[in-house]
């Protein structure tokens, strides 16, 4: 029910800010002075792809092909940008306005300016998309541990959503980048899929093709709850030598790796968070990593006995001004925080993205983590 009014509001939002594209940019362009009827029947139909993706973007939508999925998944990009490029035309219109020095340009410079809001409008279309589907850059950081007996790399990936948009070909290359920084640990911490089982089975073995010194941890995200959590976590361990830390932790010997359940299982009220199991064998004479993906798992339980948690989710707020929201309901939103003198909590803003292919003041990373001994 939540999911259908965050999409109904949503289509109605595209549906305006395509009104207000037309209304406000379109007509007043004079390259497209003879072209108005082209552009209503254009953005009319682009507003019903919109809200049709939206609200059927679940099952329904797995019956088409990857190719037409990822196509659809882009056209929300240019009402996006164009928004935005269209709002602040106005604002300097009013500003000029109200200063009084407002005066229409002559054609020449006019056509001269359009074909340039033409070209701008494009330009910031292909780059919004871009930074969702690219295979993300590595960020570096470096945080100190204490009682950690040797220096760590881990890398760290969130939120890659294999599934329609991202699947095998995207897998493959963020493995490849991986592989490059030669970790020592790679930490997969949730929504690493975003789909039904049966859609990445027949290519998930290539996670085992990730090489770091300790293995693969994994623990999962509220995607993977949105698919059937039971069958996508069979089929993960019936094909990968991942280590699944679902409430439960790994001593290393020199440091603990957990996992805990995701927030998302309370509502679904199968495999929710049980801090009590994670910690019932806890050795906390040495230190411990928890992989949390919703970063505000740290405001509801009490995670000291953790040196650090790692969590994504967020996404970074994916599109400007998302952030805002993600950052009141989550209380976090990327990079290192300081929950008390002990406990830090790192979020990623992921590898991939959710719903339509498109970020914005939000990159994604794949997270190199320097964990220097502190004794």
């Known amino acids: 029910m939540v999911f259908l009014l965050f999409s109904l509001i949503s289509s109605l939002i595209f549906i305006l800010a395509n009104v207000y594209i037309y209304k406000r940019l379109i007509k007043k362009l004079i390259i497209f002075k003879y072209f108005h009827k082209f552009f209503i029947f254009v953005l009319f139909l682009l507003s019903v792809i919109q809200a049709s993706f939206l609200l059927i973007r679940g099952n329904t939508l797995e019956l088409l092909n990857d190719e037409i999925y990822s196509f659809l998944s ?34 020449s410079l006019q056509i001269v300016s359009n074909l340039f809001l033409v070209a701008l409008g494009v330009f910031f279309t292909y780059v919004s998309i871009n930074n969702a589907i690219k295979v993300p850059e ?39 980048k991986v592989n490059q920084q030669d970790p020592d640990m790679i930490m997969i911490v949730g929504d690493l899929v975003d789909t039904k089982s049966s859609i990445f089975e ?8 990730f090489k770091s010194k300790y293995g ?28 699944i830390l679902l409430n439960q932790n790994m001593d290393l010997g020199f440091i603990n790796i957990a996992g805990l359940g995701d927030l998302a299982g309370l509502q679904k009220g199968i495999l929710a968070p049980d801090l009590a199991r994670v910690k019932v064998d806890l050795n906390t004479s040495k230190p411990s990593i928890l992989l949390a993906h919703q970063p505000k798992t740290a405001l509801l339980y009490d995670l000291s006995d ?22 009141i309901n989550q209380g976090f939103l990327k990079g290192l925080y300081e929950l008390n003198h002990k406990t830090k909590l790192f979020v990623s803003t992921g ?23 502190q004794k």
Request: hydrophobic share 45%; glycine share 8%; net charge neutral.
């Open 74 to 107: 882009m056209l929300y990009a240019p009402t996006y940008c164009l928004f935005f490029m269209t709002l602040i035309l106005d604002i300097i219109r009013l500003i000029l306005l109200l200063l009084g020095k407002y005066k229409k340009p002559y054609i």
């Open 351 to 373: 590898a991939g993205f959710w719903g339509p292919s498109i970020r914005v003041f939000a990159q994604s990373e794949i997270a190199i983590l320097n964990l220097k001994a």
């Open 216 to 243: 693969v941890f994994y623990v999962p995200g509220n995607h993977e709850y949105y698919h059937g959590i039971n069958e996508i976590l069979q089929t993960l361990k019936n094909n990968t030598k991942m280590h």
């Open 306 to 327: 953790f040196d650090l948690i790692l969590s994504g989710h967020t996404h970074g707020g994916q599109v400007f001004p998302f952030m805002f929201l993600v950052k």
């Open 138 to 176: 590595i960020k570096t950081l470096d945080i100190n541990i204490s009682g950690l007996e040797q220096d760590l790399k881990i890398a760290v990936l969130t939120d890659i959503h294999l599934g329609k948009n991202l699947h095998e070909g995207f897998l493959e290359k963020l493995i490849v």
């Open 202 to 209: 027949n290519y998930i073995s290539k996670i085992d093709d």
